[in-house]
């Protein structure tokens, strides 16, 4: 993160060489004087913050005593002459700019605001040209599998590179790195890079590193609020492929999938409220209200569990064993019912939950998911099924019953999520693909090669008529759908 921040006056005159930098210190991240003003007129020159605390002019060199005097006015109104610490130039004192994406629907979390990968924004454009939408800009995040968080005009994700994993804040607008926080990770060999997502809450942002780290960052200055290392702390094992839940906001605790049933942190100081042992998945925990009690349903290393979101205590379970016990796909929660699948030939079931334990309402092998997680569009799934190495075909299943509806063979799985009617998929190979989200039929939009180079693992996200969407290497895109 630079230092400084500025804001450029230019003369009245149109001098198109008389201009001055003034650049203030970030408190936050730093503790040191205000650094003053830059002229650009004399090239290094300008006033600095004296032993006073006013500030003195160094250089007018090339300036002509009537211009000195103009330039000493306009100074002296552009930078506070008190003693006391420059207040840091924020987005809040820009003017906001046209459409920006300070004012757009939230996307804080993991899957969205509703845990389910849907978007209620409507009014986003469907009618793209042969090569797509439009680049807003482009970002280097490093190696990984962390999808996008938006949040009050910002972007939140995750990579890693050279043996750390970065977390980073962009600019929604501008691409723009605000801020980034570095720490040291393993290495995995095998699928290498971040796995989980950012959470935003308010003026805090949760990550959780492959290799148990957990950190609370300040979300304006990406500064420490805690951090725990939980494998250590809570002696948990690392699953074959490393922890991949994303920290989940569920009121004053921070859920995550990790140990045999779960774990609850503190979302303030990251103590354990409730925690377990064994062996952890790879899901995250989706959190929804059962029989006027908060819940958590986690697809667990061997089962489908709900516990009660406050104590952790298990109100009901399923056993679903997967082949290398890979449940990665979030469960999908309607009512009282929960949707879940499995890659390795597993298949799918809807499984009622309530006080009296869990039962199957059907089950069967039309949808066998793996990385990327289904969704739930009226009375209908759409997901990726697993058809063979490296092919998925995309699927819309009934959910009363599991038929499938339709298929539509090698799609390749990216990731998927849902908006007004359609859904939006990624492919593997890097295309955007707009559907239609109706079980009558396999109907396509619009499709665009969005991603030219690497493989895609990684749903889009659609917030504030911005598509982002990035590869396992860690290109993210931000692509331009606003309506008029």
Not at 188 to 217: I, W
Not at 321 to 345: C, L, Q, R
Not at 357 to 366: D, I, T
Not at 430 to 457: D, M, N, Q
């Given at each position: 993160?630079?230092?400084?921040?500025?804001?450029?006056?230019h003369?009245?005159?149109?001098?198109?060489?008389f201009?001055?930098?003034?650049?203030r210190?970030?408190p936050?991240?730093?503790?040191?004087?205000?650094?003053?003003?830059?002229?650009?007129?004399?090239?290094?020159?300008?006033?600095?913050?004296?032993?006073?605390?006013?500030?003195?002019a160094?250089?007018?060199?090339?300036?002509?005593?009537?211009?000195?005097?103009?330039?000493?006015?306009?100074?002296?109104?552009?930078v506070p002459?008190?003693?006391e610490e420059v207040?840091?130039?924020?987005?809040?004192?820009?003017?906001?700019?046209k459409n920006?994406?300070?004012?757009?629907?939230?996307?804080?979390?993991?899957?969205?605001?509703?845990h389910?990968?849907?978007?209620t924004?409507?009014?986003?454009?469907t009618?793209?040209?042969?090569?797509?939408?439009?680049?807003?800009?482009?970002?280097?995040?490093?190696?990984?599998?962390?999808?996008?968080t938006?949040s009050a005009?910002?972007?939140?994700?995750?990579?890693?590179?050279?043996?750390?994993?970065?977390?980073f804040?962009?600019?929604a607008?501008?691409?723009?790195?605000?801020?980034?926080h570095?720490?040291?990770?393993?290495?995995?060999?095998n699928?290498?890079g971040?796995?989980?997502?950012?959470?935003v809450?308010?003026?805090a942002?949760?990550?959780?590193?492959?290799?148990?780290?957990?950190?609370c960052l300040?979300?304006?200055?990406?500064?420490?609020?805690?951090?725990?290392?939980?494998?250590k702390e809570?002696?948990?094992?690392?699953?074959?492929?490393?922890?991949?839940?994303?920290?989940?906001?569920?009121?004053?605790l921070?859920?995550f999938?990790?140990?045999?049933?779960?774990l609850?942190?503190d979302?303030?100081?990251?103590d354990?409220?409730?925690?377990?042992s064994g062996d952890?998945s790879?899901?995250?925990?989706v959190?929804?209200?059962?029989?006027?009690?908060?819940?958590?349903a986690?697809?667990?290393w061997?089962?489908?569990?709900v516990?009660?979101?406050?104590?952790?205590q298990?109100?009901?379970?399923?056993?679903?064993?997967?082949e290398?016990h890979?449940?990665?796909?979030d469960?999908?929660?309607?009512?009282?019912?929960i949707?879940?699948?499995?890659?390795?030939?597993?298949?799918?079931?809807?499984?009622?939950?309530?006080?009296?334990?869990?039962?199957?309402?059907?089950?069967?092998?039309n949808?066998?998911?793996y990385?990327?997680?289904p969704?739930?569009v009226?009375?209908?799934?759409?997901g990726?099924?697993v058809?063979?190495?490296?092919?998925?075909?995309?699927?819309?299943?009934?959910?009363k019953?599991?038929?499938?509806?339709?298929?539509?063979?090698?799609?390749?799985?990216?990731?998927l999520?849902?908006?007004d009617?359609?859904?939006?998929?990624l492919?593997?190979?890097?295309?955007?693909?707009?559907?239609?989200a109706?079980?009558?039929?396999?109907?396509?939009?619009?499709?665009?090669k969005?991603?030219?180079?690497g493989?895609?693992?990684?749903?889009?996200?659609?917030s504030g008529?911005?598509?982002?969407?990035?590869?396992?290497k860690g290109?993210l895109?931000c692509?331009d759908v606003?309506?008029k």
């Amino acid at each position: 993160m630079d230092s400084y921040s500025s804001a450029i006056f230019h003369s009245p005159f149109g001098h198109s060489d008389f201009g001055f930098e003034v650049s203030r210190e970030l408190p936050l991240a730093h503790n040191r004087p205000a650094k003053g003003v830059h002229c650009t007129l004399c090239d290094g020159g300008g006033v600095s913050r004296g032993p006073t605390g006013l500030l003195e002019a160094r250089h007018m060199r090339g300036a002509s005593p009537p211009l000195r005097g103009i330039m000493l006015v306009v100074l002296a109104l552009a930078v506070p002459v008190s003693a006391e610490e420059v207040r840091p130039a924020t987005d809040a004192d820009k003017p906001p700019q046209k459409n920006s994406a300070a004012d757009a629907a939230e996307w804080p979390n993991w899957r969205g605001p509703n845990h389910d990968g849907i978007s209620t924004e409507r009014g986003w454009l469907t009618a793209w040209p042969k090569e797509g939408p439009g680049q807003l800009w482009k970002a280097e995040l490093g190696t990984g599998y962390s999808s996008v968080t938006v949040s009050a005009g910002k972007v939140y994700s995750m990579g890693a590179a050279r043996g750390q994993d970065t977390v980073f804040c962009l600019n929604a607008d501008t691409g723009e790195v605000v801020w980034k926080h570095s720490y040291p990770c393993a290495v995995q060999e095998n699928y290498p890079g971040t796995r989980s997502t950012p959470t935003v809450d308010g003026t805090a942002v949760y990550t959780l590193s492959m290799d148990g780290q957990a950190f609370c960052l300040d979300a304006l200055s990406g500064q420490v609020v805690w951090s725990r290392n939980l494998k250590k702390e809570l002696g948990l094992d690392l699953p074959r492929h490393k922890f991949a839940s994303s920290p989940i906001v569920e009121g004053e605790l921070l859920l995550f999938n990790m140990g045999t049933d779960g774990l609850a942190l503190d979302k303030k100081t990251g103590d354990p409220v409730w925690k377990s042992s064994g062996d952890s998945s790879y899901a995250s925990p989706v959190p929804f209200t059962l029989g006027g009690r908060r819940c958590a349903a986690i697809f667990a290393w061997s089962r489908l569990l709900v516990v009660e979101s406050a104590n952790g205590q298990k109100i009901a379970s399923y056993d679903w064993v997967t082949e290398y016990h890979e449940n990665v796909a979030d469960p999908v929660v309607t009512g009282d019912k929960i949707f879940i699948s499995s890659n390795y030939g597993r298949g799918c079931a809807l499984v009622r939950v309530g006080e009296g334990g869990a039962a199957a309402v059907w089950q069967n092998k039309n949808l066998s998911s793996y990385f990327a997680s289904p969704v739930l569009v009226g009375d209908c799934i759409y997901g990726f099924h697993v058809s063979a190495w490296m092919k998925d075909d995309l699927v819309c299943l009934s959910v009363k019953d599991g038929s499938v509806q339709w298929r539509q063979k090698n799609v390749t799985a990216g990731g998927l999520m849902a908006a007004d009617g359609k859904l939006i998929v990624l492919s593997r190979t890097g295309e955007l693909i707009l559907v239609e989200a109706s079980p009558a039929a396999y109907t396509e939009i619009a499709r665009a090669k969005v991603l030219s180079t690497g493989e895609c693992s990684t749903p889009p996200v659609l917030s504030g008529g911005r598509i982002y969407a990035r590869n396992i290497k860690g290109t993210l895109v931000c692509l331009d759908v606003r309506g008029k």
